[in-house]
């Protein structure tokens, strides 16, 4: 939840008052408990489903962005994660000759066997410089290798187990507006 008063002062009263540089002026956090199967373009991505929404106090205050992510892949595939704001990518990497980025985050599940179905975590940080006051919008949009199945908390098997096999996790994402 956001911190909108402190003292009975509004949080612009608060951050115009002259909090130095780099005060966390407030902190949201997105969840997703559920599963989501996606099948993204090659090269592509799709929502997630995680995501929050941040209003900044001030123009030239920044927000971090930190996430964790649990994808799923067929075996020998690769899933990556990019940070949208509203609906520009932030954060990413760069090519190099034939290799294309991934975004900010990816997870590689490639083995020689056919029988394994991991889950892994993607996370990562991006300091964004938003410059607006507006409702902000951060998503996780996902991507897989070759068009193939993308799977959000869970794995590609996603086997039903009584013994606890194949649970299913947390994901989050967390804004934290920082004052410039």
Not at 68 to 83: M, P
């Amino acid at each position: 939840m956001a911190l909108t008063k402190l003292n009975n002062q509004s949080l612009s009263a608060v951050t115009s008052a002259g909090l130095p540089s780099g005060t966390v002026l407030q902190v949201v956090q997105g969840e997703l408990g559920s599963t989501v199967t996606k099948n993204p373009p090659s090269g592509g991505v799709l929502d997630s489903g995680l995501e929050a929404t941040i209003t900044p106090s001030s123009t030239s205050s920044k927000i971090l962005v930190q996430y964790s992510i649990y994808l799923g892949q067929l075996v020998s595939y690769n899933a990556w994660t990019r940070i949208i704001r509203g609906s520009t990518e932030i954060g990413n990497a760069t090519s190099e000759g034939t290799h294309r980025p991934a975004g900010n985050g990816v997870v590689n599940a490639y083995t020689d066997s056919t029988s394994t179905a991991p889950i892994m975590c993607a996370n990562n940080s991006f300091l964004d410089s938003p410059s607006t006051t507006s409702s902000t919008t951060y998503k996780i949009a996902i991507g897989g290798y070759n068009s193939g199945n993308v799977y959000v908390n869970r794995s590609h098997n996603f086997a039903d187990n009584v013994s606890g096999y194949d649970t299913i996790p947390l994901s989050t994402i967390t804004l934290m507006e920082i004052a410039g």
